[in-house]
T-cell receptor, first 112, second 113 residues
Framework: AQSVTQLDSHVSVSEGTPVLLRCNYS??????LFWYVQHPNKGLQLLLK??????LVKGINGFEAEFKKSETSFHLTKPSAHMSDAAEYFC??????????FGSGTQLTVLP | DADVTQTPRNRITKTGKRIMLECSQT?????MYWYRQDPGLGLRLIYY???????NKGEISDGYSVSRQAQAKFSLSLESAIPNQTALYFC????????????FGPGTRLTVL
């Protein structure tokens, strides 16, 4: 069994300040973890993925995430938010190589 | 051209009608998936297919059926549409050995009146 909990449904930050989107997971297997972004009226784009290599994963657009097995977390961070980062973000787990399980999403608002 | 395409992009239909949503991919992937997205629920898996002869039910398959006509085509049907099937539907594809990284189409917005 596997599940994902995104701890915040909405996050608001000011432009130029750090972003933290929190994700906890559970999996009976050694998991792969992903963050996807969905801009309004668009499909989903992969930001980054963890697949049992380095625990600090760098993605596109300055985002990164750290896999912490002891905390079962995979939080997404960015040092400085940009207006174009406003979107919905999904944390995703795959533990059995057959299916993905999506979190419920975090809506990021970036204030000018 | 987009690697994963979905048709139609928007559809409004009435309760009881049969609807087919189509997905095509040019990525050469073996695996294809259908999801629906509802506000506050993330994406939920409807059906998935690991090759033309391997089709599996996902989390919420009731009321839906699929057809994998070829490696590149995977269609989702609603035999008798009902209003609670109003949602955004996504098709996705992946390589067999990519640790399940999936590539998504642009989505189909379906409204059932």
């Amino acid at each position: 069994a596997q599940s994902v909990t995104q701890l915040d449904s909405h996050v608001s930050v000011s432009e130029g300040t750090p972003v933290l989107l929190r994700c906890n997971y559970s999996s009976s297997y050694s998991p792969s973890l992903f963050w996807y972004v969905q801009h309004p009226n668009k499909g989903l784009q992969l930001l980054l993925k963890y697949t049992s290599a380095a625990t600090l994963v760098k993605g596109i657009n300055g985002f990164e995430a750290e896999f912490k097995k002891s905390e079962t977390s995979f939080h997404l961070t960015k040092p400085s938010a940009h207006m174009s980062d406003a979107a919905e973000y999904f944390c995703v787990v795959s533990g059995n190589a057959r299916q993905l399980t999506f979190g419920s999403g975090t809506q990021l608002t970036v204030l000018p | 051209d987009a690697d994963v395409t979905q048709t139609p992009r928007n559809r409004i239909t009435k309760t009881g009608k049969r609807i087919m949503l189509e997905c095509s991919q040019t990525k050469g992937h073996d695996r294809m998936y259908w999801y629906r997205q509802d506000p506050g629920l993330g994406l939920r898996l409807i059906y998935y297919s690991f090759d033309v002869k391997d089709i599996n039910k996902g989390e919420i398959s009731d009321g839906y059926s699929v057809s994998r006509q070829a490696q590149a085509k995977f269609s989702l049907s609603l035999e008798s549409a009902i209003p609670n099937q109003t949602a955004l539907y996504f098709c996705a594809t992946s390589y067999r050995d990519s640790r399940n990284e999936q590539f998504f189409g642009p989505g189909t917005r379906l409204t059932v009146l």
